[in-house]
């Protein structure tokens, strides 16, 4: 019993000190600022290890097609540069304010696989600024291209892999 009292006890005292954390102000939010390392690690661990988990359920479509390259090469200069930047163009001045940065996607392509690079794409980072284009399927822009969500999100993949011109690039 004493046991059970002294486990209570410390749950009590941990989320009260969550409580008082919270509500102190003392953890700075602003994006001006940078994380803390072990903040930083947490995240940045969880993160990866959520999204290859998922990724694992993704099956990516053809994407060796002209015609899906160059609509992709056109959305990436529209909806993606001004984060990511893009061949010797810095990120806008959006891209620059943003904490987490977003990375040089040339760099990503490196390093992640086809089936993580959609899963991005197409359900965002949460709380890191980096959208979910999983509701382009809706508009005209995609729909012009395919009904397929599949294609029309991954048409951004060859675009990153290989950092050819497109129509507007
Ligand atoms: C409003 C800004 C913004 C826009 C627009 C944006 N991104 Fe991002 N993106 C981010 C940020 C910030 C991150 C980094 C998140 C992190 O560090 O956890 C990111 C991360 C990513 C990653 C993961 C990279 C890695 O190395 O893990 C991929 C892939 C990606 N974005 C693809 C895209 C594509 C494709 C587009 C365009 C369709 C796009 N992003 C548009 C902000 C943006």
Redesign the pocket.
């Known amino acids: 019993m004493k046991l059970l009292y002294g486990i209570l006890a410390t749950l009590f005292a941990l989320v009260l000190g969550a409580l008082a954390f919270a509500y102190s102000g003392i953890y700075d939010v602003s994006a001006s600022s940078a994380h803390s390392a072990p903040v930083r690690w947490l ?2 661990t969880t ?2 290890a959520s ?1 290859a988990r998922r990724a694992e359920a993704v099956t990516v479509p053809d994407l060796t097609a002209e015609r899906l390259r160059l609509a992709g090469a056109g ?2 200069d529209a ?6 930047g893009a061949p010797g163009r810095e990120p806008g001045a ?2 620059q304010g ?6 040089d ?1 040339a ?3 490196r ?2 696989t086809d089936a ?2 959609f899963w ?2 197409k359900h ?2 949460r709380m ?4 979910a ?1 999983a509701r ?1 399927t809706t508009t005209r822009r995609c729909g012009r291209w395919s009904r397929s969500s599949a294609s029309c ?1 991954a048409s ?2 060859p ?2 892999r290989t950092w050819s011109p497109g129509p507007r690039g």
């Open positions: 995240l940045h993160y990866h999204m959305d990436f909806m993606c540069a001004i984060c990511h959006l891209g943003l904490n987490p940065a977003a990375p996607l760099e990503s392509a390093h992640l993580e690079l991005e794409t965002g980072i890191t600024g980096m959208p284009w382009l999100l951004i993949r675009r990153i």
